[in-house]
């Protein structure tokens, strides 16, 4: 094509689309029972470290009676922003235990009991 200066103007052409291989499998491999759960409480580690100030402050509204942007407020002057994450040791360890367990353990039992999709969903 050409614009109004009558300078050739060159299109690219489309990238070559590759054909996806044989080499996968049909249907991916389920994880065994030690790795869902390797993977579900490291999932809840990392989650934990954005809702754990949330956590924070519902703790402290509750026993202050105070309201939310008080205790933000309050929180943020007397101690610091690095105040919002105390405690996120413990709290690591809770998902690191409890939570991995509920989280991992969950699709390897439910299929071992035989609850699969013909199954009601209760």
Request: with cysteine; glycine share 12%; proline share 7%.
């Amino acid at each position: 094509t050409t614009n109004n200066n009558n300078n050739i103007i060159t299109m690219a052409s489309p990238a070559p689309v590759i054909p996806a291989t044989a080499a996968t499998s049909s249907s991916p491999k389920k994880p065994a029972l030690i790795q869902s759960i390797a993977l579900g409480g490291a999932s809840c580690v990392f989650t934990v470290n954005f809702t754990h100030p949330i956590e924070l402050v519902k703790t402290r509204m509750q026993i202050g009676g105070n309201g939310l942007g008080q205790v933000i407020g309050s929180t943020f002057r007397k101690e610091g922003p690095q105040a919002f994450w105390k405690g996120i040791v413990w709290a690591w360890g809770r998902e690191g235990s409890y939570a991995s367990i509920k989280l991992g353990a969950y699709a390897p039992v439910r299929d071992a009991l035989g609850a699969g999709k013909e199954s009601p969903f209760y």
